[in-house]
C-alpha cells in the first residue's frame, strides 16, 4: 500500500479483460445494429432522393405534354371556329346568291306580267277607241250626211267596189 | 495526504493482487455505459430516431469524424466500435469520480470483498485515477497499433524501425514504449489530481464546509470538462498512432 498511486500488479489484465469483455458485448449488442440502422437510414434517404428528383422528372414530363396537348386543343378549337366561320360564310353567300336569283326571277315573271297587262290594256284601249270613234263617226255622220254627200259617199263606194273586182 | 483521500483496497487472489475498488469502479462505470447505450439501442430504427438513439448516433458520428481526420476511413473503420466503446468508457469513467457516494454507509459491514472499504470515501472514485487502468487501455492502444500495423503491412511494418538506419531502432523502440506511458499518465495524472482535490476540499473541517461549496462546484465543472477533453484526447491518439502504423507514407 503506502502513499505511492503508482503501483502495478494484476489489476491490469483484469482491467483488459473487463473492457475486452465490454468492447465485445456492445460491438455486438449495439454498435453494429446502430451503424446498421445508421446505414440504412443513409441509403433510404439516398434512395427517397433518387426516388424524388425521378418524380419530379416525371411530374415536368407530365406537364409538359399535359401543356402540348392544352396548346393542341387551342390549336384545334381555333381551327373549328376558322372552319365554322368558312363555311357560314359560304353558306351565307349561297342564302344570298339564291335570294339574288329568286328575286332576279320574281323581278322578270312581274315584268312579263306587266308587259302582258300593259299589251292587253292596249288592245282594249285600241277596241274601245274604235268603238268610241265609230260611234262618233255615227254621230258625226248622222248629223252631217245631207244627201249630195251620200251621194258622193254611194259613188265613192260602187266605184270602191268596182275597183276591186 | 495522498493516502488519506485515496485509500486503495488490495484484493489477494493466490500470489496475485488487485486494485479492488478500481475493479469495483471499473466494472459500476462499464455498466453504467452497458445501460446507456442499451438504452438507446432498445427501439433501434432508421427512421426517426429516439432521443437515446440519437445520442448514440451522434457520439458514433463524432467518433468517426476523429477517424475521418486522421486515415483513409476504410481502413479505420474496424477500429469503429472500439473507439467509440474507448471513448464511452472514459468518459463515464472521468464522471464517476464526481459522483457522491450514495450507498449512505450500508455497505459499511459487507466484508465480502472488503466491499465496505471500498465504498467508505465520500465520493466514488474514477477507474481512471488509477494507472492500471489508464495503462491498461494504453497498452490495448499499442497493441492495436502493432497488431493493425502488421495486418495493414505484414513484417514489412517492422521495416521503419530502422529507417532510415539502423542505429535508429533505439529511438523508434523507446517512441513505442513512450506512447502507452505517455497516454497511460496523462489520463491518470489529470483524472487522479482532480480526484484529490475534490477530496481535499470535501475534507475541509468544520467552519469551512459551507464556504466549500463554491470551490467545490467549480472544481467539479472544471473535472467535468477535463474528462470530457481527456476522453477525447485519449481516442484522437490513439486513431493517430493507429493511422500512423497503417499509413503508407513510412
Redesign the interface.
Given at each position: 500500500?503506502?502513499?505511492n498511486?503508482?503501483?502495478?500488479?494484476?489489476?491490469?489484465?483484469?482491467?483488459?479483460l473487463?473492457?475486452?469483455l465490454?468492447?465485445y458485448?456492445?460491438?455486438k449488442?449495439?454498435?453494429?445494429?446502430?451503424?446498421k440502422?445508421?446505414e440504412?437510414?443513409r441509403t433510404?434517404i439516398e434512395s427517397m432522393l433518387t426516388q424524388a428528383e425521378n418524380e419530379r422528372q416525371q411530374a415536368e414530363t407530365i406537364k409538359r405534354e399535359y401543356q402540348e396537348e392544352m396548346r393542341k386543343a387551342r390549336q384545334e378549337a381555333q381551327e373549328v371556329i376558322a372552319k365554322a366561320t368558312k363555311v357560314s360564310e359560304v353558306r351565307a353567300s349561297e342564302i344570298l346568291a339564291a335570294a339574288h336569283e329568286e328575286s332576279e326571277k320574281i323581278k322578270k315573271s312581274a315584268l312579263v306580267d306587266i308587259e302582258r297587262e300593259r299589251d292587253r290594256a292596249i288592245t282594249e284601249v285600241k277596241a274601245q277607241v274604235a268603238d268610241l270613234s265609230v260611234l262618233v263617226a255615227e254621230k258625226i255622220i248622222r248629223q252631217k250626211l245631207d244627201m249630195t254627200t251620200q251621194g258622193k259617199l254611194i259613188d265613192q263606194f260602187i266605184q270602191e267596189v268596182g275597183e276591186m273586182q | 495526504m495522498i493516502k488519506e483521500v485515496h485509500e486503495t483496497v488490495l484484493w489477494h487472489l493466490g500470489s496475485m493482487t488487485f486494485h479492488g475498488k478500481t475493479l469495483v469502479m471499473t466494472w459500476i462505470s462499464m455498466a453504467a455505459v452497458m445501460v446507456f447505450v442499451l438504452l438507446g439501442v432498445r427501439n433501434l430504427t432508421s427512421g426517426k430516431p429516439g432521443k437515446m438513439q440519437n445520442v448514440l448516433e451522434w457520439i458514433v458520428d463524432f467518433v468517426r469524424g476523429i477517424i475521418n481526420d486522421n486515415m483513409d476511413y476504410e481502413k479505420g473503420r474496424p477500429l469503429l466500435s472500439y473507439l467509440v466503446t474507448l471513448f464511452m468508457f472514459v468518459f463515464f469513467s472521468n464522471m464517476l469520480g464526481l459522483i457522491p457516494n450514495f450507498t449512505f454507509g450500508l455497505l459499511h459491514d459487507v466484508h465480502f470483498a472488503q466491499l465496505g472499504h471500498i465504498f467508505a470515501t465520500p465520493g466514488m472514485m474514477s477507474p481512471t485515477a488509477d494507472i492500471n487502468t489508464t495503462m491498461s487501455l494504453a497498452l490495448l492502444t499499442i497493441f492495436l497499433v502493432l497488431y493493425l500495423g502488421i495486418k495493414a503491412k505484414g513484417l514489412h511494418y517492422f521495416h521503419h524501425f530502422v529507417e532510415p538506419f539502423k542505429v535508429f531502432a533505439i529511438i523508434h523502440l523507446i517512441d513505442l514504449l513512450a506512447k502507452p506511458m505517455t497516454l497511460a499518465f496523462r489520463l491518470f495524472g489529470n483524472i487522479f489530481a482532480g480526484e484529490i482535490l475534490l477530496g481535499v476540499i470535501l475534507m475541509l473541517p468544520g467552519i469551512w464546509v459551507l464556504p466549500g461549496i463554491l470551490p467545490t462546484t467549480i472544481w467539479l465543472a472544471f473535472s467535468i470538462f477535463v474528462g470530457a477533453i481527456q476522453s477525447y484526447v485519449f481516442v484522437v491518439l490513439t486513431t493517430a498512432y493507429v493511422s500512423q502504423a497503417v499509413s503508407e507514407s513510412h
Open positions: 500500500m503506502g502513499g498511486p503508482i503501483q502495478f500488479d494484476y489489476t491490469v489484465p483484469a482491467t483488459v473487463s473492457f475486452l465490454l468492447v458485448l456492445l460491438s449488442y449495439a454498435w453494429k445494429p446502430l451503424m440502422m445508421m440504412e437510414r433510404n | -
